[in-house]
């Protein structure tokens, strides 16, 4: 199944040391999830908005995408390329943005949009992907990530999580749904749409429906425990904050840790053991069927 | 007055006799029909599929001269000692408590007369089980009846056991008129009630879990021991998968077919795939992790003849496990009993209420008037000789097939007699090319 | 035979897992302090002899699995399935405990000073366990024998299906699982009582405790109790 951590830092310092921090929590969840692993990060939030792409084949022609967007926008896009992922800023156009390269660059999968996000995703050892994808170099206020051991979907970057199709949001989820696909057809109805058959990118879908139609994160997060089945436990990142939720099962592990300076979540203490000041943590186990987020002040 | 001319009178396909007399038993007595046994009704099976066979193009061995191996090894991917069985078949596990002792010393005496292995059930080892089998591998279910590091040392593999194919998701059943003294005291129970089981694990649920459970029991038995994952057959690729991430080393599917001492009648019958559905997707599973001959794969349910070891062998698996056809060799449903089955309202063949413990051959019951009626070391013998014509009828098709062993039938020695078989097993109709869906 | 000398150090910084596990498996006795577990599983797991073991830190899933007569401290918390079909000897955690904790113990003693999550007992087949705070829903969960004391609260569903295990709680119980119902308290069970919370080392009246345990009504299957399955 699956390994999920999340940290969010309470101090600036930390700042600088946020991917590599994840990267040391991501590396220890490697044998829950040998087959991919993904993350998302929050870094300093930008004037213009950002889409995280991933190219299929390897061998998308980025400069032309680029092109393409920026005469379809009638703005100027800016690209950053990163091993098999792209980065583009697209302004204030990212729903526009994110909906013409779904229809015209098929070989282009969005992985997510928004002004602080990035999410990054790559099929093998969660290591080798973090590596590649210069998770430690990162910095940032708060990263959620996963490493993947995949149940009943396709092994491929696409069914990877962190999931997102919401901007500023994603999640992550360790479990498995039981009514996945009557709720994909019901959000499709509402006007979702999906890119994989993955229980998990059901489950960002439903969230992204409930934040479209007003609900904040914990609001949407109260109406996924109604309406989900199966075992699950979520990490829920957002622009300013994330969010942990477990079913009232609660088979799923996750144990969260305090100081003053983070908050950790992870499936396993181990994960959390290497975090600094981790002698010094509250650490406890979330209970089930309650929303648990932080946020940080505007 | 003329009488009217009628029809004659017809029976209704939908509400067939078996399907009335199960509505009015449910109405009279307001609880579902539990019985033993596995799937009785007509499912796609091995019997659908056929060997080449030699031709010009393929030249047979000759019997008896021409040496046909029929040698395994089990579990060689982490264990420090790995099994070596001296042919792909064993007996599955099948619990003290749903079977006499009697029947399971019998289960050991064949057994390791053949060089194989027998396997405990869901209540513990006995004294008398580890005595009788030379190879013993030893379930950890989630009932965890009996479950002890003692015997998790001195057995000779581990048995993980997810689910099997009579009820993929349930849990085992004992009802009180076999929980005696004894089973009541290794089950940790009170004696004569009916026990409740349950259907997940207590301590881990999920493949990510469960390899660290796995990690822990080869902790608790220096990493000697192989360590096999069962499941029933249900979604027996990702399954396969699944158990090879979370560290098996081997792992058993058990289709449909699989008996069960006791469960709800509709669970076995609806809920679970035909064996011949499962055995190709698993394998292909081993395939595409590259894993094929680094973890086995062992097959049941419904396995009879040594065409169906033969064929399962065929299709991918390394071994097989048989457990309702042991208990018929030893004398389950012989016809010699058929005044006593009458008077259980049954008859030889169709006796399935094993979990009344009143087996009148002493096989699936408590009592010891009738458990004293098996004879463990006939028994034993009766085993022993099935399994070794089961052995001599896998290499009579494997030799027919060209094979110097049996681990080197594959699939493209089959064709299938029908589309549902071609489609399930992957291989073609007969006479063509055509494999449905490919 | 290896005779070790008071307080051997295995550092799991140094030597791994198997080493460490290894040293206290095959000790015939001693004491012997665990530094940096860091969450690591299956830590002094499958250990027979009275040695004692001490572990300076938090520990991962099954910490003392199937223990033995040895008797094991984490000085931190503890993961999912602690003591997991403990035998006999003792394990007692400073910390938490995550869910689990004792699943399907057969003997022995768990003590979890702090709170124990989900399904505290479950599965119990003889164990004995003293929780010096709460325990999460489910705890209990078909709980054939043994004890349980709880001097915190219980969540919900508390001994659903339970057999002859015998629960005591001395706070709030949130609700009742199937067949469990609260039962008299005599003498014998305070007694019972007292000396369960001796040997754990915890301080509390056995007079504030009320006591649970099984209505029997599910022994035998009866149409009438279908909604309790």
């Keep these: 199944m699956c390994g999920i951590v999340g940290l969010f830092l309470k101090t600036a310092e930390l700042e600088p040391d946020l991917g590599r921090l994840t990267a040391l929590m991501l590396h220890e969840m490697a044998s829950r999830g040998p087959d991919s692993a993904g993350f998302a990060v929050y870094g300093p939030v930008r004037d213009v908005e950002r889409i995280s792409a991933l190219s299929r084949s390897g061998t998308t022609d980025w400069a032309a995408v680029e092109r393409g967007l920026a005469a379809a926008l009638g703005t100027g896009v800016g690209i950053e390329v990163l091993s098999d992922h792209a980065f583009l800023s697209v302004g204030e156009a990212g729903a526009e943005a994110r909906r013409w390269i779904i229809e015209n660059a098929p070989d282009v999968c969005v992985l997510g949009v928004g002004r602080a996000i990035e999410i990054c995703k790559g099929v093998g050892d969660p290591d080798a992907v973090a590596g590649r994808l210069r998770l430690a170099d990162r910095a940032g206020s708060h990263a959620i990530a996963h490493t993947r051991m995949a149940t009943e979907s396709a092994v491929t970057t696409e069914g990877s999580h962190p999931f997102s199709t919401g901007a500023d949001t994603c999640l992550v989820h360790n479990g498995s749904l039981s009514n996945h696909n009557r709720l994909r057809q019901s959000l499709r109805r509402q006007g979702e749409s999906f890119q994989t058959e993955n229980d998990s990118e059901v489950a960002a879908g439903y969230l992204a429906w409930r934040m479209r139609e007003g609900d904040g994160v914990d609001v949407a997060l109260e109406g996924a425990l109604r309406d989900f089945d199966g075992f699950f436990t979520l990490a829920v990142g957002s622009r300013d904050g994330f969010a942990v939720l477990r079913d009232p099962i609660a088979c799923k592990p996750a144990v969260i840790a305090e100081t003053d300076d983070w908050v950790a979540m992870a499936s396993e203490f181990r994960a959390i053991a290497g975090l600094p000041g981790v002698a010094h943590a509250t650490i406890w186990e979330p209970a089930p069927a309650r929303v648990y987020s932080w946020r940080r002040a505007a | ?438 | 035979m290896t005779v070790l000398l008071a307080n051997t150090v295995l550092d799991l910084g140094v030597l791994d897992r198997r080493a460490v596990n290894s040293a206290l498996q095959t000790a015939e006795q001693g004491s012997f302090r665990m530094l940096n577990p860091g969450g690591g599983h299956a830590l002094a797991c499958g250990l027979r002899t009275p040695v004692e073991v001490t572990i300076d830190g938090h520990v991962g899933y099954y910490c003392g699995g199937m223990n033995e007569h040895a008797t094991v401290t984490v000085q931190g918390t503890a993961g999912t399935g602690v003591a997991e079909n403990m035998m006999s000897g003792e394990v007692r955690v400073r910390g938490d405990a995550s869910q689990s904790a004792g699943a399907s113990g057969h003997g022995g003693l768990l003590v979890i000073e702090g709170d124990a999550a989900a399904r505290c007992g479950v599965s119990m087949k003889g164990i004995d366990i003293v929780v010096g705070g709460s325990v999460g829903h489910m705890s209990a969960f078909m709980a054939q024998a043994g004890r349980m004391v709880v001097l915190g609260d219980a969540g919900a569903d508390l001994g659903d299906s339970i057999y002859e295990a015998r629960l005591y709680i001395r706070g709030a119980v949130a609700s009742l699982g199937a067949d469990c119902v609260e039962k008299p308290v005599g003498d014998t069970h305070l007694a019972e009582l007292a000396d369960l919370l001796a040997r754990a080392g915890l301080h509390a009246d056995p007079a504030e405790f009320r006591r649970y345990g099984s209505a029997r009504q599910l022994y035998h299957f009866n149409v009438d109790n279908v909604g309790a399955y």
């Excluded at chain 2, 659908?48 to 193009?57: E, K, N, R, W």
């Excluded at chain 2, 019998?106 to 580890?130: P, V």
């Excluded at chain 2, 001599?392 to 110097?404: D, I, P």
């Excluded at chain 2, 063509?432 to 869906?437: A, E, L, R």
Aim: with cysteine.
């Design chain 2, 1 to 438: 007055m003329t009488e009217p001319v009628r029809t004659i009178p017809r029976h209704s396909a939908t509400f067939d006799e078996h399907t009335l007399s199960e509505i009015r038993r449910a109405a009279a007595t307001g609880v579902y029909d539990i019985r033993g046994g596995g799937a009785k009704r007509r499912v796609p099976c091995f019997d659908d599929l056929v060997f080449l066979g030699a031709s010009i193009s393929r030249y047979p061995l000759e019997g008896y001269r021409e040496a046909c191996g029929t040698d395994v090894v089990l579990g060689d991917r982490y264990a420090s000692k790995p099994l070596h069985l001296k042919i792909p078949i064993t007996v599955a596990g099948m619990s003290f408590g749903s079977l006499s002792a009697q029947a399971k010393e019998a289960l050991g005496r064949g057994a390791s007369a053949m060089g194989t292995s027998t396997t405990t059930g869901d209540g513990g080892m006995t004294d008398e089980e580890r005595r009788h089998s030379a190879t013993l591998v030893y379930q950890v279910l989630p009932s965890r009846y009996g479950l002890n590091p003692v015997d998790l040392r001195r057995a000779d593999a581990i048995e993980v056991v997810v689910g099997q194919g009579a009820k993929p998701g349930g849990g085992g059943m004992l009802m009180g008129q076999k929980i005696n003294a004894r089973v009541a005291a290794m089950r940790t129970l009170p004696e004569g009630i009916d026990q409740r089981s349950a259907c997940r694990h207590p301590d881990w649920t999920g493949p990510d879990d469960l390899e660290i459970k796995l990690q822990e029991l080869r902790e608790i038995t220096a990493w000697e021991k192989p360590i096999f994952v069962k499941v029933g057959a249900a979604r027996p690729y990702f399954d396969t998968a699944l158990a090879v991430k979370a560290g098996a080393d081997v792992v058993v599917v058990d289709g449909m077919q699989g008996g069960t001492a006791a469960t709800q009648h509709v669970f076995i019958e609806h809920v679970g795939i035909p064996t011949l559905a499962a055995v190709r997707e698993a394998a292909r599973a081993l395939e595409e992790l590259g894993m094929r001959g680094k973890v086995q794969l062992i097959v049941s349910g419904g396995i009879r003849s040594g065409a169906d070891v033969a064929k399962a062998l065929a299709l991918g698996a390394d071994a097989v496990s048989i457990g309702t056809a042991a208990l018929v060799a030893i004398g389950d449903n012989d016809p010699v009993w058929e005044a006593e089955y009458n008077a259980l309202g049954t008859t030889a063949g169709a006796y399935d209420d094993w979990h009344e413990g009143r087996d009148p051959a002493g096989i699936t019951t408590q009592d010891p008037v009738l458990a004293a009626r098996l004879d463990p070391v006939m028994a034993g013998r009766r085993l022993r000789n099935y399994l070794s014509v089961l052995t001599m009828e896998v290499q009579t098709l494997a030799r027919a097939n060209g094979k110097s062993h049996v681990r080197n039938l594959e699939p493209e020695d089959l064709a299938a007699l029908t589309v549902e078989a071609a489609a399930m097993a992957g291989v073609p109709l007969a006479g063509t090319s055509w494999v449905p869906g490919r």
